[in-house]
């Protein structure tokens, strides 16, 4: 009896560590940034230091998202600096006129509508509510890719048990019902759904 | 102790158990679903920048203003103008999805030459060689564009000819045309001053014109009201969408509207019900009209007095049918306000084309309709943006499709004044295609530029200092400070409207009442749409609906 | 402060174009039809049909009725049906919101509309090579086996909100919501707005003694109105809603 419930005991510890360790490695794999953007860096050598000052809400309700070639080209239309990243920026795209396959980590599925003028702008959220401290990092996060369902890691969270989060890691509609809870702001299903 | 079957079973269990305290199934279950939402082959729209541009419609010679929301740099939405004081924001129904038409699987990609796949350079040598070899006749289907000046002055230049086709629209008019010595192109219809319309068969709400003009009067004056301002009187042997909303539906039997013209006259010139300032009576009886259109004598003295009461009063036709015309001679329509008015100065008529020309080679450019097959022995290099299947064509030659090629758009035919507009390439021209235009200047560098062309049609207009610029507000043409300003806003889909011709320029010299011609066949739902293929999305007004009877197949 | 979006459809200005229909699928992505589909298999969220008064001659009449979701107000059949809770009316709109997500191709709720206004994807939309290009990013594009049917363009209305947020507002500007077959339609025939301002057009139109309902006497209540002067076209709607003392009924 005893051995076999070392040996349930065993299977169990087998588990654990597949589910918990083993199980996030294999259900996500890392895919490369087109090329590497330094937030904090590049705020302090350009003077834009808000989130806006590239990632703007126009006046018709539009949000640019990562900027595109256009706006990255006021300034580096040449070579500003040295580094490898805007090397890679300004010749491989800036000068052939395509713009970087960047990996989008909130990408949401298409039937989901979320308008970022309603949340900076009627709400009065701020980018680091949702996106965390990311203008304040030197560093792109490392995009892991769920094999299942195509979508960025930061959608579920680092955390696979959904536990002690910071701000900015997850992104489900269980994170925006809880939020929309707290706040009482109550939306219809086509309210966040297209 | 050995490790038996039974350590595998039991320790089975435990990871089972123990799986279940793991992220594992519950992630699976929740990315499955998610995985099971998304199929690769369910596409969605792109992800781009949203954006909104105007534009005109190239589709056919209307030039209906466009409004084209575009995402990712593709049209993704179309719809019409409100403030284009001619269609008021009005677009055809098969407009709404021509943002898909260049993708058609009949979209023509590649130069085609005895079924097989050919070069450009291929159609330039073999072109070249027939000009070399013999006259070259160029057939333009919509004259007055500033390509059209291109075709034109190849033809003169290599001793070819420069040939138009009429929209059936404008041949409608050439019995003025005829009677008057103006061009039936300078003529239009002043529906807006109209107060009593006897329409024979035309679709006036369903397709006539364009879009939204009429529909828009009539809907402002007429619909639903019992004693309306606007008259709407419909002859014709069927109850079409037209004739259900008029005023008064008149059944006639198939083909009789040239008697009933006659009849008309008859009653209106014998009781003196018009100033007698027309041809004289027709010949046919007024006994013979009411056998040959099925109504009573009574009837149409009845009709003869109603179509009088509400003046000004025009009879408008399908086709050029000259009792119908002459009926407006006598009802003094021609030339008047709210009748037959003359839009633009009138200009020498262009050579309209004739069957069986005997040229060694003959250029087709995009704008002929797809069902003009030319009888002819010539070398024919048609240029079309789309295959409409059939084609006796020599060369097949790929041109641009739905605004992907910058061109004017000249005065639609039946306007009352003359209208001036651009039409952008919202979507880069596709590498592989051309426009006939660019073809011959391939040819001969010497040929004028279409965009300059354009630019100097823009500079000629601020210069007269006449008419109106309507983009988002109207602005006269003498308030814009250059003639750069004002050629921007036509750049971005403004219209350019001229101001009214005064009254009383067109004179129709008409002493006797004219021979019947052949009547004019009935108009489907499709005819003013001059493309070979329809919008994917169209087949739900037949396919998916009883809304309308099937396109029928056009041929070449 | 909340919305009851709605319409008036004025079937004395309907021509039976059918630029409604076009328009409407244009907007939704609604795919082009597969070559097996029929009349009954189609998907068409705006549908025109042709009425007649069934005589022969010069007696006779036709007319066209734009058919769409009639966004019930009360007692919504597919609502009360739908075991997925993949359609809800929308408190701040009154739009009777179809949730294509959830669907799972039960298809009771088209057996519960009366007024047959709600589709099902039979086959997985298809689009020639390139097409999906001109797609509206605005609307999902559904996969067989869910059931569609009219928003009310909720896309647009997502586009008047997030611009009126841009400008610091929580209401929308009228002239920015305005559905395709509003937009389409040539002759002005449907009227759109928010019945519950007394002073827009459509409140002013519903309101008329001319219009009605279809189908009033079941209690759906929709929020899609007709209105018309021709008496046999009221007959055939509703048996109640015919009047027959008014001399503008006998008008035909």
Request: glycine residues 8%; contains cysteine; neutral net charge.
């Amino acid at each position: 009896m005893k051995r076999n419930a070392l040996v349930f005991l065993v299977g169990v510890v087998i588990a654990l560590i597949a589910g918990w360790a083993v199980f996030p490695r294999v259900l996500y794999v890392s895919r490369q940034q087109p090329l590497d953007f330094f937030h904090k860096t590049h705020a302090e050598k350009s003077g834009l230091t808000t989130c806006d000052s590239c990632h703007v809400v126009g006046s018709d309700g539009q949000f640019t998202g990562i900027p595109r070639n256009e706006v990255c080209s006021t300034c580096h239309a040449d070579k500003l600096g040295t580094s490898e990243s805007e090397a890679l920026l300004v010749d491989n795209y800036l000068k052939q006129s395509e713009q970087p396959p960047w990996l989008i980590y909130s990408q949401q599925p298409a039937n989901v509508w979320f308008s970022h003028a309603i949340h900076t702008k009627r709400a009065g959220l701020n980018c680091t509510d949702c996106h965390g401290n990311y203008g304040e990092t030197d560093q792109l996060k490392v995009y892991e890719q769920n094999r299942i369902t195509g979508y960025s890691r930061d959608i579920w969270g680092h955390s696979m048990s959904r536990l002690r989060r910071a701000p900015g890691d997850g992104m489900k509609m269980t994170d925006c019902e809880n939020c929309h809870r707290r706040h009482h702001v109550e939306v219809s299903c086509l309210g966040c759904h297209q | 102790m050995k490790f038996s079957r039974r350590d595998l079973f039991i320790g089975g269990a435990g990871i089972a158990a123990g799986i279940v305290f793991t992220p594992v199934p519950w992630k699976l279950l929740g990315d499955t679903s998610i995985w099971t939402q998304n199929w690769p082959w369910i596409p969605q729209g792109a992800h781009g920048p949203v954006e909104t541009k105007h534009s005109v419609c190239t589709l056919c010679a209307a030039g209906c203003g466009i409004r084209v929301r575009m995402a990712a740099g593709w049209p993704v939405g179309i719809s019409g103008v409100a403030t284009n004081p001619i269609t008021k924001g009005a677009l055809c129904p098969l407009g709404f999805a021509a943002q898909q038409l260049n993708w058609h699987p009949q979209r023509l990609r590649e130069v085609r030459h005895g079924g097989r796949t050919a070069s450009w350079a291929e159609a330039q040598a073999a072109f070249e060689k027939a000009c070399g070899e013999g006259p070259v006749t160029i057939v333009d289907g919509r004259p007055g564009r500033a390509a059209s000046s291109v075709l034109e002055a190849f033809a003169a230049k290599h001793a070819g000819d420069y040939r138009v086709l009429l929209d059936e629209e404008t041949r409608a008019l050439s019995p003025y045309a005829m009677w008057s010595g103006v061009s039936a192109a300078a003529l239009g219809y002043d529906l807006e001053n109209m107060q009593t319309i006897v329409s024979f068969g035309v679709p006036l709400l369903d397709g006539w014109g364009t879009p939204g003009r009429f529909t828009r009067l009539w809907s402002e004056k007429a619909a639903g009201a019992a004693d309306p301002q606007l008259r709407l009187i419909q002859i014709e042997p069927g109850l079409s969408r037209t004739a259900a909303r008029a005023w008064r539906w008149t059944a006639i039997h198939e083909g009789s509207g040239a008697a009933l013209a006659a009849g008309l006259a008859q009653v209106l010139i014998q009781e003196h019900l018009v100033n007698g300032q027309g041809p004289a009576p027709p010949q046919m009886s007024l006994v013979d009209a009411a056998a040959q259109t099925g109504l009573s004598s009574d009837a149409i003295r009845e009709l003869a007095r109603t179509i009088v009461e509400r003046r000004p009063v025009v009879a408008i036709a399908a086709g050029d049918e000259p009792a119908i015309a002459a009926l407006n001679v006598v009802l003094g329509a021609v030339g008047t306000s709210g009748g037959i008015v003359l839009k633009s100065k009138p200009q020498g008529s262009q050579v309209q084309l004739e069957a069986g020309v005997g040229h060694r080679a003959m250029l087709l450019d995009s704008t002929v309709p797809w069902d003009f097959a030319p009888q002819t022995n010539a070398e024919v290099f048609r240029f079309a943006a789309w295959d409409g299947g059939n084609s006796k064509a020599d060369w097949l030659l790929p041109s641009p499709g739905f605004a992907e090629e910058l061109t004017d758009v000249p005065t639609a035919s039946t306007s009352a004044r003359e209208t001036y507009a651009i039409a952008v390439n919202l979507v880069a021209q596709p590498g592989e295609t051309k426009t006939a235009a660019q073809f011959l200047t391939n040819i001969d560098g010497t040929l004028p530029d279409v965009d300059k062309g354009i630019h100097a049609r823009c500079e000629h207009l601020f210069e007269s200092k006449a008419g109106t610029v309507h983009a988002e507000q109207a602005t006269a043409v003498a308030k814009f400070e250059s003639a750069a300003k004002m050629e921007e806003q036509l750049r971005q889909g403004a219209i350019w409207v001229g101001d009214p011709l005064k009254a009383g320029g067109l004179k129709c010299a008409l002493k006797q009442w004219p021979a019947a011609a052949n009547p004019a066949h009935a108009i489907d739902w499709t005819a003013a749409w001059q493309l070979p293929v329809f919008p994917p999305l169209a087949a739900k007004l037949y396919q998916e609906s009883d809304l309308r009877e099937a396109p029928g197949r056009r041929q070449a | 402060m909340s919305a009851r979006y709605g319409m008036v459809i004025d079937l004395d200005r309907c021509t039976g174009c059918g630029a409604c229909m076009v328009a409407c699928a244009a907007e939704n992505n609604v795919p082009p039809p597969h070559t097996r589909t029929t009349a009954r298999t189609g998907i068409t969220p705006m549908l025109v049909h042709k009425l007649s008064n069934g005589k022969e001659g010069a007696d006779a009449r036709e007319a066209f009725i734009p058919i769409t979701c009639m966004q019930c107000g009360e007692e919504t059949p597919c609502v009360s049906v739908c075991p997925q809770q993949a359609v809800q009316v929308d408190k701040e709109t009154g739009i009777v919101m179809q949730m294509v997500q959830r669907c799972l191709g039960c298809r009771y709720c088209m057996t519960a509309c009366p007024y047959h206004a709600r589709y099902f994807n039979w086959w997985d939309p298809e689009w020639p090579a390139g097409m999906e290009k001109s797609l509206n990013p605005g609307v999902s594009v559904r996969m067989r086996g869910v059931v569609e049917k009219c928003n009310l363009c909720d896309a647009r209305y997502h586009l008047a909100l997030s611009k009126a947020a841009a400008a610091g507002k929580k209401e929308i500007d009228p002239a920015d919501y305005v559905p395709a077959c509003v937009e389409a339609c040539p002759t002005g025939a449907i009227v759109f707005g928010n019945l519950t301002n007394a002073n827009d057009p459509v409140a002013v139109a519903a309101h008329s003694p001319d219009s009605f309902r279809l189908l009033e006497q079941i209690g759906t209540e929709p929020k899609i109105h007709y209105k018309t002067k021709q008496n046999w076209i009221r007959a055939q709607a509703d048996r109640n809603a015919v009047r027959s003392n008014s001399p503008e009924a006998q008008h035909v």
